[in-house]
């Protein structure tokens, strides 16, 4: 923490962020950085999906008390949700191997947006950013600017069809 709060005064970061660590040592190094009047994490970046929900029960509570935003990656499984056209088609990744868990999150997701009237990826997006508003998904600026309009029409009930996606 005492080089990453140099580099900071030096001007070579403005923010400190930290991905994919425990949250207890992300709690454990903020505190010690506030002990010593250092600067803090201030950002979490983490995969977070809709089947993955083990980020919402430890990074999401401490993100929430340390004060912290949030920034995830793997909403859209790194690729691997998609309709069986979007399979069919030569656009996009194709990737050779998807795994059957993923398969599955992919027809309960296409049918969750079916419910709502809109696309798969807005209901992945929004099943793993619903529990922290400041959370932003996407994988370029097209993904997260793509997700923004839909956000008010696709809301899901905590509960529900998300419980029907597990790992």
């Known amino acids: 923490m005492r080089i990453l709060n140099t580099l900071a005064d030096q001007g070579k970061?403005?923010?400190?962020g930290v991905s994919d660590t425990s949250a207890w040592i992300v709690s454990k190094a903020n505190q010690y950085a506030r002990?010593?009047?250092l600067r803090h994490f201030v950002v979490y970046r983490g995969r977070w999906n809709?089947?993955?929900?083990?980020?919402?029960?430890?990074i999401i509570p401490m993100c929430k008390a340390e004060g912290m935003g949030v920034v995830s990656?793997?909403?859209?499984?790194?690729?691997?949700?998609?309709t069986e056209d979007q399979r069919q088609s030569s656009g996009g990744?194709?990737?050779?191997?998807?795994?059957?868990?993923?398969?599955?999150?992919?027809?309960v997701l296409g049918e969750m947006a079916k419910e709502k009237g809109t696309?798969?990826?807005?209901?992945?997006c929004e099943s793993?950013?619903?529990?922290?508003?400041?959370?932003?998904?996407?994988?370029?600026?097209?993904?997260s600017l793509a997700y923004v309009p839909s956000q008010d029409s696709v809301r899901l009930s905590s509960g529900g069809r998300t419980q029907d996606i597990a790992p």
């Open 35 to 37: 002990d010593l009047g």
């Open 128 to 143: 793993s950013s619903r529990p922290h508003p400041y959370n932003r998904n996407g994988r370029s600026l097209h993904q």
């Open 50 to 58: 809709a089947p993955n929900k083990d980020f919402e029960r430890d």
């Open 13 to 16: 970061m403005l923010n400190l």
């Open 93 to 107: 990744r194709n990737l050779p191997d998807i795994p059957e868990a993923d398969l599955a999150v992919s027809k």
């Open 119 to 124: 696309v798969m990826t807005s209901v992945a």
């Open 73 to 82: 990656w793997g909403a859209l499984g790194s690729g691997n949700y998609k």
